[in-house]
């Protein structure tokens, strides 16, 4: 016996039709992505939406289309990757928290761009360094770990609460010896420095970071130069802190000074140290776990704010890395004659 199940249709209204293509884009490319996660086909008639699919299918992406509307309305852009985070967000029920996406300043660039979180990660991250003396960020590349530290850095600055921002980072021997590179030791280590200098630049504008750093309320440097050094009143950074030594790590932690803060961040899957050496990044946050007024962050490919094919990447690596693990933890077999 066979029957014909109808598709369940709801029907919302839009009051403009810049909101239409703020959600939905120029081109209506992002509706294909209702269908894509939740089976729910979109069709649009001139103000009115049409949702159509399965009951409760069509239910969540009504929600979540409402809630993206309000991120829509506060003069936001939506893109594919932030659609896709609120449906995973409502699918959670956590949709009350769509809004609270790209709610916040966290700064202003020198351009006039606003700085604002972008997930509920990052949102986790920002919170984190404001109630903390120290704090752990932990997740892959475009999760904005190093660019939304400078940012708070920044912001501090200028508000007087620190005196001066410090930029480090372990200068690994990616397959050259620094000796061996052309240059003095300012040149040799620029590569290493250049992501901070570049977030830098637009958060203050070049001339501004110039005259911050003639002055000494700027430093980026290696960490090697952190050593013997008492560090007060500055927010300090350390990027890529998953390429230090065990030594390295607690020769920096040890480098705070009174009215600081320091902001750690890396990420554990790409570490460059030689085999064998373990990374002071993943004992740090076996040490220091549950010490008070330190945070550790945990971001995700859900916290990748880069192109959503970054984001696919990432999911599909830690995948991957997963299936490892189960793998080497599956009992063997020992065959006996």
């Known amino acids: 016996m066979q029957t014909n199940e109808q598709s369940y249709t709801e029907h919302m209204m839009l009051e403009s039709p810049e909101q239409f293509i703020g959600m939905f884009g120029i081109r209506e490319e992002n509706i294909p992505l209702f269908h894509e996660e939740l089976g729910v086909d979109i069709y649009a008639h001139g103000s009115e ?93 475009g999760t904005g770990k190093t660019y939304l530290a400078i940012a708070m850095a920044v912001v501090a600055l200028k508000n007087k609460e620190i005196e001066k921002i ?9 397959g050259e010896k620094l000796g061996f590179l052309p240059g003095d030791l300012a040149q040799k280590v620029d590569p290493y420095l250049r992501p901070l200098y570049d977030a ?20 980026v440097a290696p960490l090697a130069y952190m050593r013997g050094r008492t560090l007060n009143d500055a927010f300090i950074i350390l990027d890529e802190a998953q390429n230090t030594t065990s030594e390295q790590m607690k020769m920096f932690l040890t480098r705070m000074g009174m009215g600081s803060k320091m902001v750690i961040t890396g990420d554990v899957t790409q570490i460059d140290l030689p085999t064998g050496k373990r990374s002071g990044l993943v004992e740090a946050l076996e040490v220091l776990k549950g010490v008070p007024d330190i945070g550790i962050v945990q971001l995700t490919h859900r916290d990748v704010v880069r192109h959503e094919l970054v984001q696919a990447i990432v999911r599909a690596y830690e995948k991957h890395a997963q299936k490892n693990e189960r793998s080497e933890q599956r009992p063997r077999r020992v065959f006996r004659p």
């Open 166 to 174: 410090i930029l480090t980072r372990p200068a690994v021997e990616a």
């Open 200 to 219: 830098l630049h637009e958060m203050l504008g070049v001339d501004a970071y110039q005259r911050l750093l003639e002055r000494g309320a700027v430093e």
């Open 49 to 141: 939406i049409t949702l159509s699919g399965d009951p409760e299918k069509v239910s969540l992406a009504r929600l979540t289309l409402e809630k993206l509307n309000e991120i829509v309305l506060r003069g936001e852009a939506v893109d594919r990757t932030r659609i896709r985070y609120a449906i995973e967000l409502a699918s959670e029920g956590k949709a009350d928290r769509i809004g609270e996406i790209m709610r916040d300043v966290i700064a202003i660039t020198y351009r006039g761009r606003q700085v604002k979180c972008k997930t509920l990660g990052q949102k986790q991250y920002v919170d984190a360094i404001k109630q903390n003396t120290a704090t752990f960020a932990v997740g892959p590349a």
